[in-house]
């Protein structure tokens, strides 16, 4: 298995613009997090999907971010308009059952808005 | 308010010698998992080990141990023999019975060649 891979590995653009993540969890997996990792807030977690319907979202800041899983091999997580603060490095990581054995991380997307 | 705490920002250690990172956690919970994840320069999460909060004996995966005090609400990592390739933020993290894994602030282990 390629484990979970995300892309962009990285992504710079302007204030204002749309940016779009991209996810394909490890096949089988049924759970589906986001997080984002800061020097100042560490490792947070955004939204979680089981089976495909978010369970979770509390941890999306505001309604610029939103993600979607339209199916069991593929998760978006979009920022529109985005802004400055919202540089940071993003996780996707997937999960068999319940996080009882961890999470597998995808390589992460860093965030530059500038 | 279900936390994990690492009261370490930063450690350091001789090349060959050990260490021990801490970790503590609160929750009423009374079955979950505990981990240790190690992120090194190149971002990428790994894990390292797993334990199980029902199973008293201490969970060990080649030269990385831990020690689990359920009562305490304690779960340290031990690394003996540290290798240069050791280097890292190592994050503590719990699931405490649920989907959703918490993690604390970690702690960046430098390794003194």
């Known amino acids: 298995d390629a484990g979970v891979i995300q892309s962009p590995r990285h992504e710079v653009t302007e204030m204002g613009q749309e940016v779009t993540l991209r996810c394909k969890p490890i096949s089988g997996h049924n759970s589906l997090f986001w997080y984002r990792q800061t020097m100042m807030r560490g490792l947070e977690l955004l939204i979680y999907?089981?089976?495909?319907?978010?369970?979770?979202d509390s941890g999306m800041p505001e309604d610029r971010f939103s993600a979607k899983m339209p199916n069991a091999s593929f998760s978006t997580l979009k920022i529109q308009p985005s802004e400055p603060r919202d540089s940071a490095v993003y996780f996707c990581?997937?999960?068999?059952?319940?996080?009882?054995?961890?999470?597998?991380f995808g390589s992460g997307t860093r965030l530059t808005v500038v | 308010a279900q936390t994990v705490t690492q009261s370490q920002p930063e450690m350091s250690v001789q090349e060959a010698e050990t260490v021990t990172l801490s970790c503590t956690y609160d929750t009423s919970e009374s079955d979950y998992y505990l981990f240790w994840y190690k992120q090194p320069p190149s971002r990428q999460m790994i894990l390292v080990i797993r334990q199980e909060a029902y199973k008293q004996q201490n969970a060990t995966e080649n030269r990385f141990s831990v020690n689990f005090q359920k009562a305490a609400k304690s779960f340290s990592l031990k690394i003996s023999d540290s290798q240069l390739g050791d280097a890292a933020m190592y994050f503590c993290a719990s699931n405490f019975g649920n989907e959703k894994l918490t993690f604390g602030t970690g702690t960046r282990l430098t390794i003194i060649p």
């Open positions: 999907f089981n089976n495909n319907v978010p369970i979770d």
């Open positions: 990581a997937s999960s068999p059952n319940r996080a009882l054995y961890g999470y597998t």
